[in-house]
C-alpha cells in the first residue's frame, strides 16, 4: 500500500527531512507502508549536491538548506505544492532513470488535467511550458517557462525528497537563485499561467493520476 498524508500548513523543511530520512529507513525495513506527503514550506532555498555556490545570487534573502538530494539550487515557499515521495525504488526495478522518468510522467499527467502541456527537456531536470506569447530567446527559440522542480535521494533503494509544482507562489522568490542552475530560461505557475488552480485541485490531480504511473 502507499499512505498519503496532506500537511496543512507551513511545514518546517528540517522537520520535513527529519520525517523523510525516519520513513525510508522504516519502508526498507519493512516496518512501514510507502507514503507520498504533500507539504507547503515557508520561504527557503535549498542546495542539492550538484550546486553552484555562484547560483546563490542573494544568499541573505531566505535560510539556505544544504541538502544530499540531487540536483541545483531550488526555492520552496507559500503557494508551491512539495511532493515527497518515499518509494521503494528496489521493489519496483532497481532502475533509478526509469524512476526519474515515472516522477516527471505523473507531473505531466497531473497538468494535463488543467490542459497544460508539461515538457521535458535534454539536459534540464524537471518540467517545462512554452510560452509562445512571451518574446523569444535571442536565438530565436521559444522562450520556455519551468513549473516543476524533481530531485530524490535514494536510502537502501527507498526514495525521499521529490517533486515540487508551483500553483500560486511568489515568483520573484526564485529571483534570489539561478533555478536549476539555468538561467536563459524563466519559471511560471498554474496561476501564472492564467488558470484558477487550487492547492486542493492539485492534490486531487496528483492522487487520480498517480496509479496510472506506478500502480496501485
Known amino acids: 500500500m502507499v499512505e498519503w498524508i496532506i500537511t496543512d500548513g507551513l511545514t518546517g ?17 519493512g516496518r512501514a507502508d510507502e507514503l507520498i506527503w504533500l507539504v507547503e514550506h515557508p520561504p527557503l532555498y535549498t542546495a542539492g549536491t550538484s550546486a553552484k555556490p555562484a547560483d546563490l545570487t542573494d544568499p541573505d ?3 539556505v538548506h ?13 503557494g508551491q505544492r512539495v511532493i515527497y515521495v518515499m518509494l521503494d525504488v528496489g521493489k519496483r526495478g532497481h532502475d533509478v532513470r526509469r524512476f526519474v522518468q515515472q516522477l ?12 497544460v502541456r508539461g515538457e ?11 510560452r509562445p506569447e512571451k518574446p523569444p530567446l535571442a536565438d530565436g527559440s521559444p522562450r520556455e517557462d519551468k513549473i516543476a ?13 521529490g517533486i515540487s509544482i508551483n500553483v500560486d507562489p511568489d515568483l520573484s522568490h526564485f529571483t534570489g537563485i539561478v533555478p536549476c542552475g539555468i538561467s536563459e530560461h524563466g519559471v511560471t505557475s498554474l496561476v501564472d499561467l492564467g488558470l484558477p488552480v487550487t492547492m486542493d485541485d492539485l492534490d486531487v490531480a496528483l492522487q487520480q ?8
Do not use: C
Not at 544544504?66 to 507559500?78: A, D, L, W
Not at 516527471?104 to 499527467?109: H, K
Not at 521535458?120 to 512554452?130: F, N, Q, S
Open 104 to 115: 516527471e510522467e505523473w507531473v505531466i499527467a497531473t497538468l494535463e488535467r488543467f490542459n
Open 61 to 63: 534573502r531566505f535560510p
Open 13 to 29: 523543511y528540517d522537520e520535513a527531512v527529519d520525517f523523510m530520512e525516519a520513513r525510508a529507513t522504516a519502508i526498507a525495513e
Open 149 to 161: 522542480a524533481i530531485g530524490i535521494r535514494l536510502r537502501k533503494w527507498v526514495s525521499f525528497h
Open 120 to 130: 521535458i527537456r535534454e539536459g534540464r531536470v524537471g518540467v517545462w511550458v512554452t
Open 209 to 216: 493520476t498517480f496509479a496510472g504511473v506506478f500502480g496501485h
Open 66 to 78: 544544504e541538502t544530499r538530494r540531487g540536483g541545483q539550487y531550488t526555492y520552496h515557499g507559500p
